[in-house]
T-cell receptor
């Protein structure tokens, strides 16, 4: 069965610093991968997705992610974090019936 | 464009009372529909999914049920709520093997 691991529960970065959120997946075939962001009390907003093709995917709000098959990873990156990026981030992979989500990484941004 | 609505936004219910949460989608036809639950500080757990009217698949045994009386309407119900039913309930829609789009969620507190 598919699974997603987000090893970092909490990350704190300073505003303007670079960011990398880790995601590792387990899936037998070529995965469809997603990153979503959730602000407190809100639904999930799609940041970016990977279905095939170029392994470096650009998303909204200046985020990008790189699919690395050899490492079974799909890490999310941003070169310069803004205070408004503080939220919870979820990595997900398409499973047999629906998305399988990681447990999430909560990002705090220090001024 | 497609939009997804959930109501109510917030609900406080006593233990043992019934529950009905509604999700409606606009701007698309024949979507796959999903109910997820997000417990405090945790990831998303798939509860139900539906590929068509009257077709419901349950992912986890529980005292909740789901129904799809119309193509773009998905209802989550319970006859008797438990304390453990508290959480944030998210509805999502998807066309084919594409991206899932989430509603704003309903926060349920069972006392």
């Amino acid at each position: 069965a598919q699974s997603v691991t987000q090893p970092d529960i909490h990350i704190t970065v300073s505003e303007g610093a670079s960011l990398e959120l880790r995601c590792n997946y387990s899936y037998g075939a070529t995965p469809y991968l997603f990153w979503y962001v959730q602000s407190p009390g809100q639904g999930l907003q799609l940041l970016l997705k990977y279905f095939s093709g170029d392994t470096l995917v650009q998303g909204i709000k200046g985020f990008e992610a790189e699919f690395k098959r050899s490492q079974s990873s799909f890490n999310l990156r941003k070169p310069s974090v803004h205070w408004s990026d503080a939220a919870e981030y979820f990595c997900a992979v398409v499973g047999r019936r629906a998305l399988t989500f990681g447990s999430g990484t909560r990002l705090q941004v220090q001024p | 464009s497609q939009t997804i609505h959930q109501w109510p936004a917030t609900l406080v219910q006593p233990v043992g009372s019934p529950l009905s949460l509604e999700c409606t989608v606009e701007g698309t036809s024949n979507p796959n529909l999903y109910w997820y639950r997000q417990a405090a500080g945790r990831g998303l757990q798939l509860l139900f999914y539906s590929v068509g009217i009257g077709q419901i698949s349950s992912e986890v045994p529980q005292n909740l049920s789901a129904s799809r009386p119309q193509d773009r309407q998905f209802i989550l119900s319970s006859k008797k709520l438990l304390l453990s039913d508290s959480g944030f309930y998210l509805c999502a829609w998807q066309i084919g093997a594409g991206t899932q789009y989430f509603g704003p969620g309903t926060r349920l507190l069972v006392l």
